[in-house]
């Protein structure tokens, strides 16, 4: 009577103590420590953007109680992302789950370390997405949803399934919802951030808003829509391309224009420096241009 | 797929099995004029268990799981530990099996019964979150703390905080925003009833009332 239970309750307190180890205690604001993830051996440290409110005077905290001075790689408000290194220690990494079993309804463990002990809460999946982008324009590649309860200082602790492995890391700052960034971003980001320091957009320096095309030319292009442009900053890539206020753009590199979505994804970051040649519609006519992408400041 | 939802409905009877063995202790604890909490049954001749809070200081009335309303008496109380125990003229009553909180780890299940908003002997379960002195909600208190991801709501408080086997851990006592509940470790109530009633004595009938 009762075993099933009992046999459950210290199966989940023996994944805490486990993948507890990988979470880390991250000083770097003014109010309580927050959490990071243990991502390589060599002393990086993954967690939220939002919880690392400094550059300097950064403390990382592990389990056995050793307190080590980090700096920081560099972060991306854009994923609520940080990505802070430790000096001369070997940390265990976290071990990362595959991903591909996932479903709605399983199990999850939220992990975190504000003060000196590892602290948890239990949920399940609530749902499972495409990628995604967050409304500063954040390119995520699962969208992670749970119900686990965010306890304070549980920001940027590691979500953990019930093999005892990372699944992403927990941010709160998105809307009230508990999402999670799955480790595929957070890998990514982290890339980008050793490289470059930030995570680099491109930028070409125009306001714009979705436009219906007149008929004839939607039915030349097999296109309903594009971007109508509002405004053009003074010295950008726009202007300097010769794109001028009341042009509609239609495509870049040849791949169709029709929301703004689109247009987020083509400026990606390795298209920085790069010659993209652009169609656009202007006095009812379809007309070629090319701009150099600048980087987004 | 058959043998998961074979271990569900383990999960599921177990767990429902585990609340009718809890429930069997569980009291309302009413006081005029205020809302009800809960309470536990610590000894078959009728001592009680409840927050401080939930009596008030004054004479409270215990409705026993068989329907049974008593006057009781308040026993012992102490503001600060927000723990009070009451003694009611009854014999042979069901009680709680009690645990050991220091076995708690972050994650292990617990289950919290009350009667949460009047609905009578309600469960809900959920992990603890964590345990000790330093949590970060309450940075006034200078004590103990079980914190648990559960939905703790008026009517709760007094009532069991149970492990995974159904032996009392803790008393619920306050929330701490609408997901986490704090409860007073049942460390402390053995300390407490040791203080104030000489340990478990079964004498505790003749103990005069404490004002």
Redesign the interface.
Same mark, same amino acid.
């Given at each position: 009577?009762?075993?099933?239970?009992?046999n459950?309750?210290?199966e989940?307190?023996?994944?805490?103590?486990s993948a507890?180890r990988w979470a880390v205690r991250v000083e770097g604001r003014r109010r309580?420590p927050a959490t990071g993830i243990a991502w390589t051996h060599s002393g990086v440290i993954a967690t939220a953007s939002h919880v690392v409110e400094r550059d300097e005077d950064l403390w990382i905290g592990l389990g056995a109680g050793e307190r080590l001075a980090a700096q920081i790689i560099g972060r991306d408000p854009t994923t609520d992302l940080a990505a802070l290194q430790v000096e001369g220690a070997e940390l265990a990494a976290a071990e990362q789950a595959g991903g591909d079993g996932l479903a709605v309804g399983h199990l999850v463990?939220a992990?975190g370390r *504000?003060?000196?002990?590892?602290?948890?809460?239990?949920?399940i999946v609530s749902a499972l997405g495409e990628a995604w982008r967050t409304p500063s324009g954040g390119q995520v590649d699962q969208y992670l949803q749970t119900d686990?309860?965010m306890?304070?200082?549980f920001s940027g602790g590691p979500l953990v399934d019930m093999q005892g492995k990372v699944l992403g890391l927990n941010t709160s700052a998105m809307g009230g919802v508990s999402l999670a960034l799955p480790t595929s971003t957070i890998q990514r980001v982290i890339q980008a951030l050793q490289t470059h320091g930030r995570v680099r957009r491109g930028y070409l320096g125009v306001g714009l808003q979705p436009a219906r095309l007149p008929k004839g030319v939607a039915e030349q292009l097999d296109q309903e829509s594009g971007l109508l442009i509002l405004s053009v900053e003074s010295d950008s890539p726009a202007e300097q391309g010769g794109l001028t206020l009341g042009d509609t753009l239609l495509s870049l590199e040849g791949q169709p224009i029709r929301h703004m979505e689109d247009l987020m994804v083509l400026l990606a970051g390795d298209q920085v420096g790069k010659k993209a040649s652009l169609q656009v519609l202007r006095g009812g006519k379809v007309q070629k241009l090319s701009v150099t992408v600048g980087e987004r400041p | 797929m058959a043998g998961a939802q074979e271990?569900l409905a383990?999960?599921n009877g177990?767990?429902a099995?585990?609340a009718g063995r809890v429930r069997a202790s569980l009291v309302r604890v009413e006081t005029a004029g205020r809302g009800a909490g809960a309470g536990t049954v610590w000894h078959p001749d009728g001592l009680i268990l409840t927050n401080a809070h939930v009596v008030q200081g004054n004479s409270p009335w215990v409705v026993l799981p068989d329907g049974r309303r008593l006057q009781a008496r308040i026993l012992a109380q102490d503001r600060e530990l927000d723990l009070a125990a009451l003694a009611v003229e009854a014999q042979d009553l069901p009680t709680i099996e009690v645990g050991d909180s220091r076995e708690l780890? *972050?994650?292990?299940?617990v289950v919290a019964f009350g009667h949460p908003w009047g609905v009578e002997s309600a469960a809900t379960a +959920?992990?603890?979150?964590?345990q000790?002195q330093?949590l970060?909600?309450r940075p006034e208190f200078g004590r103990s703390w079980i914190?648990a991801?559960l939905h703790y709501r008026p009517g709760h408080s007094g009532g069991p905080l149970v492990?995974?086997? +159904?032996r009392l851990v803790g008393i619920n006592t306050v929330m701490a925003g609408p997901?986490?509940g704090l409860a007073v470790p049942v460390q402390e109530v053995k300390g407490f009833l040791k203080r104030r009633l000489g340990g478990m004595a079964p004498d505790f009938q003749k103990v005069r009332t404490w004002a």
């Open positions: 009577m009762g075993e099933m239970v009992q459950l309750s210290s989940l307190a023996g994944i805490v103590e507890g309580m463990l992990l *504000p003060g000196k002990t590892v602290q948890a809460t239990l949920g686990v309860v306890y304070p200082g | 271990l383990q999960l177990e767990m099995g585990l780890r *972050p994650g292990s299940w +959920g992990v603890v979150i964590g000790g330093m970060p909600e914190a991801s492990d995974a086997g +159904g997901d986490v």
